[in-house]
């Protein structure tokens, strides 16, 4: 395993349990750092204080172009928070959290206590799926989703404020592939907006602990030393614009998650759904491509709601059967861990 993959390979066997406080927490954030981001900036920090982890924004990894409100970095805190969280209950830990200790403007997202013996577990027991889950952004089987699975899915998102649509027909698939090229025409339309996110495009052979490296756009080695100058220099909205709506018309289904507010602590608590949504539907064998374009549009955004009835779309997912695809790099917790 190379390098710039070894975060996944960590094992709850190596877990210190006659360590002190301080390295079963930093052990805790070799699951923590294990999700997602767009596209994979890994915009986080995190400190560790007596039996409190704090969880930081790296304002060095935001997308001006890309992400103009910071909405996309928010959630990934909150996918952060889940991973972290789901992590201490495995292994026996209580915790205390407090979202923004520092008020909305800080750059303390969270202020987790922990505490042993461990207390009536939050989350579903999803802990051995974060080191399985990834995107994937292969084109999916035909064959439908189950109606048990896609309950299971819906009901991770049971909360007041929150609601995931998922769409099966034709109609409404064909509905959010339109958004989605729309965006792309809009966004890769934009050289600054298209040089932003090539600035993340890795080849695949490159040592980097983040970005996106070509063979998860299905690139060859070949390929993928020209991903980045090409993405960045040339309008290519048009090309994926077709590859990726046709994937999404063809897929077996289609899902949005929705809010019913639209501010910090929504995009927090949307991105702890959401990973316990993507984690859920790892242990289901369902594969997720997620796709934010549509939203960081107002007018696009706008639209989608009215055809989901609902208020604020926040993420646009692609979901099905393929076989899994390679993980994207991670940085490791020595090089995220401040003091």
């Not at 077709?242 to 018309?249: A, G, L, N, V, W």
Request: charged share 25%.
């Amino acid at each position: 395993m190379s390098d710039k993959l070894a975060a996944w390979n960590v094992k709850e066997i190596d877990f210190p349990s006659g360590g002190s406080l301080f390295e079963q927490l930093k052990f805790l954030l070799r699951y923590a750092v294990l999700a997602p981001s767009g596209p994979n900036t890994q915009p986080w920090k995190f400190s560790i204080k007596d039996d409190e982890i704090s969880v930081i924004v790296d304002f060095t990894r935001s997308l001006p172009s890309v992400d103009t409100n910071d909405r996309t970095l928010y959630i990934s805190h909150g996918c952060v928070l889940a991973n972290l969280l789901i992590a201490a209950e495995h292994f026996g830990f209580s915790y205390d959290v407090k979202n923004f200790p520092d008020g909305l403007s800080g750059a303390r997202t969270a202020a987790i206590g922990f505490s042993k013996p461990g207390s009536k577990p939050q989350f579903p027991n999803l802990f051995p799926e974060i080191t399985k889950r990834h995107t994937n952004r292969k084109s999916y089987e035909s064959r439908d989703i189950e109606g048990d699975k896609l309950k299971k899915m819906k009901d991770c998102v049971d909360m007041e404020g929150f609601k995931l649509d998922v769409l099966t027909s034709n109609k409404g698939k064909n509905e959010m592939a339109d958004l989605l090229a729309r965006a792309h025409e809009i966004q890769l339309g934009n050289k600054a907006f298209r040089k932003e996110l090539a600035s993340w495009v890795r080849s695949n052979t490159s040592d980097a602990k983040d970005g996106l490296p070509g063979y998860s756009f299905g690139y060859s080695d070949f390929e993928s030393f020209f991903g980045s100058f090409i993405f960045g220099t040339f309008d290519m909205s048009s090309s994926r614009a077709r590859t990726e709506t046709s994937y999404m018309k063809a897929s077996p289904a289609v899902a949005v998650l929705s809010t019913d507010s639209d501010d910090k602590l929504t995009w927090i608590k949307t991105g702890i759904l959401f990973e316990t949504l993507f984690l859920t539907a790892t242990n289901l064998n369902v594969r997720f491509d997620l796709f934010s374009q549509p939203i960081g549009i107002q007018m696009l955004r706008h639209e989608m709601a009215q055809v989901l009835k609902t208020k604020y779309p926040q993420i646009l997912i692609r979901m099905g059967y393929t076989e899994p695809a390679k993980h994207t790099p991670r940085r490791p917790v020595e090089e995220v861990l401040i003091s």
